[in-house]
């Protein structure tokens, strides 16, 4: 196919959560999580389906691609990783040994491919779609290449960088070790520990310095954590921290233990245990990020602040951060190393423009607020999907023009039916935004009971997150940010805020239990169908929100197409299935 654009393709491969990214032209055309694909969560390696979808929907072959942009080094750093970990160094080499086998196969210039710097990955995945010319920039993670963040200033179309931290430094490895102490899985449960924080006193702070290097302050003792990780990820949780650290702490809980922790009734003093340390945890990373976001403004004298990496999908820590004085925060909604493909995408159009010795293309920094970058599935495709749940006799359908669709799925959602929606393409990152998401009524605090164990089948004290409608979102929310200048802040759940009185009396389903909300404010121009159902919701109930959540089971990633949301549909509790034109009702 001869085309005159120029396309570059970035990949996450070395670490979890592989991902794909396609700019064409310096603008985001596809950026894919591979796992919605595969339907393994977290899933490593070669995004050899997120590519192989993105050149048939872009209609492009591996010879249109100008440059094959990778968001780390292929090799190992040898200071950084355990022999311990050869299961972890096999998948790394996989993904390796598969993208040279692609390029290979597909006779891709091998002096056309970047290898980039993974922290220089993170910085240039937030700071190009930011809303800021200029900036600072703080990535944080658990590890990569041998070290756990670093710091940039961001100028037009160039980063520089600042400082590094070491592994012995690494919020994320700290904030993982208690993750996996806790019975969660690392990589994945870090959040449920933040979630399980509101339930805790941070009574164990004192304890927990102890298992820092004395007069050194954030700095991690290897008499209590196992710093030789690999920089790809660290599967076993028993690894991830000593004997010592069980002496202090006790015996790690089990992984199901957080299953038993229901706030709705008393808890045995070894539960309320496990939520005191991660009240702890949480206090003490939300400490040490916020003392390094400081340190960062203050060095560079740049309020503009945007951050990347795992760490930075710590909504708790972000809401404190955006209350600092003059800070004007973002945050890439697909802050972790799949989100890195972005970056390394960009980095490499820059050098593809210098190349050709002229100015870089600008990279779009507020076209796309929605950071929708998936497929978009033809109406086939949704009634294909249909066909098998509607030989049942346990469903019905009917087909609305879009009027009668909105009134109609309004009206559902007003009588506290659970409904799972598909719109449009879908997220980028691992937030549901209203494309591929649950939806429900937040009148009623049941409603987060019966979400959690009839729908998601999750542990019953994990909270839920609103989507409310943008003119109402002060009225229901601590919400004081200039909203031109940090729409996209609060548009991708990527931090808290407050509820207040109105919220809690006719929204608490959607208020977590210390009073805050990861708040999803909405504008009509990013959704317009969601947003009209919303506004009708609204006009039923008086009520301008809605519960959104992933739709998804626990454990799996978000669904990707129609099939993977009929068959969630069919096997979970949501109760209507709306693909517009369809809706579709258990009898």
Not at 35 to 46: A, S
Request: charged share 20%; proline share 4%; hydrophobic share 35%.
């Amino acid at each position: 196919m001869a085309t005159t654009d120029s396309f570059v393709l970035g990949l996450s491969i070395t670490n979890h959560d592989s991902s794909a990214t396609l700019l064409r032209n310096g603008a985001v055309i596809y950026a894919l999580n591979e796992e919605r694909f595969t339907r393994v969560k977290n899933q490593r390696g070669f995004p050899k389906k997120s590519v192989s979808i993105i050149l048939r929907e872009a209609k492009i072959d591996w010879e249109n691609i100008e440059r094959l942009a990778i968001s780390e080094p292929i090799h190992s750093n040898p200071d950084s990783r355990s022999k311990e970990f050869i299961d972890i160094e096999t998948t790394f080499h996989r993904g390796v040994y598969e993208l040279l086998a692609t390029i290979s196969y597909n006779k891709f210039p091998l002096n056309n491919i970047d290898f980039h710097n993974h922290y220089l990955s993170h910085a240039a995945s937030t700071f190009f779609p930011s809303n800021f010319r200029s900036a600072s920039v703080l990535c944080l993670d658990a590890a990569g290449q041998g070290l756990s963040g670093a710091t940039y200033i961001g100028e037009n179309n160039s980063l520089t960088l600042l400082r590094t931290w070491t592994l012995n430094e690494s919020i994320g490895i700290f904030y993982s070790a208690f993750t996996a102490f806790l019975g969660f899985k690392v990589n994945e449960g870090e959040y449920k520990l933040m979630g399980l924080s509101a339930y805790g006193k941070p009574k164990y702070t004192d304890l927990i310095r102890e298992t820092f290097v004395k007069g050194k302050g954030f700095l991690l003792s290897t008499d209590y954590y196992n710093l030789n990780l690999s920089d790809v990820d660290a599967t076993a949780a028993k690894r991830m921290y000593t004997d010592k650290f069980i002496e202090r702490f006790g015996q790690p809980f089990e992984k199901k233990s957080s299953q038993r922790f229901d706030p709705n009734t008393p808890t045995d003093e070894s539960l309320q245990y496990m939520a005191d340390i991660a009240s702890s945890v949480q206090t003490i990373a939300e400490e040490e990020i916020i003392a390094r976001a400081k340190d960062l403004v203050e060095l560079t004298g740049n309020t503009n602040l945007c951050l990347a990496g795992g760490v930075a999908l710590n909504c708790l820590a972000n809401q404190k951060i955006c209350k600092l004085s003059n800070i004007n925060l973002f945050v890439q909604p697909n802050a972790g190393d799949a989100g890195a493909s972005l970056g390394a995408a960009y980095l490499s159009h820059q050098k593809a423009s210098e190349n050709k010795n002229k100015q870089m293309t600008p990279c779009p920094r507020t076209e796309n607020q929605r950071f929708s970058y998936g497929i978009e599935y033809p109406l086939k495709e949704i009634q294909d999907s249909l066909k098998t749940i509607l030989n049942s006799r346990s469903f019905t359908s009917n087909v609305h023009e879009r009027t009668q669709f909105i009134k109609t799925l309004a009206r559902i959602l007003a009588d506290n039916k659970v409904v799972g929606f598909f719109e449009g393409q879908s997220e980028w990152g691992p937030r549901a935004l209203g494309n591929r998401s649950i939806i429900a009524s937040p009148a009623l605090n049941e409603m987060k009971e019966r979400l959690n164990s009839s729908v998601k089948f999750r542990e019953p004290y994990r909270p839920f997150a609103p989507v409310i409608i943008d003119v109402f979102a002060k009225d229901y929310f601590d919400v004081d940010l200039d909203p031109n200048l940090h729409y996209s802040l609060y548009s991708t759940m990527t931090v808290t805020a407050y509820a207040n009185e109105r919220a809690l009396a006719s929204a608490p389903a959607s208020v977590h239990f210390d009073g805050t909300s990861r708040i999803q404010v909405l504008r009509r121009s990013n959704n317009e169908l969601l947003y009209d159902i919303i506004y009708e919701f609204f006009k039923i109930t008086g009520i301008p929100l809605l519960i959104n959540t992933s739709f998804n089971l626990n454990g799996e990633p978000n669904v990707e197409s129609p099939s993977d949301a009929a068959i969630t549909f069919s096997y979970s509790g949501i109760e209507v299935l709306a693909m517009f034109p369809y809706i579709i009702e258990r009898l």
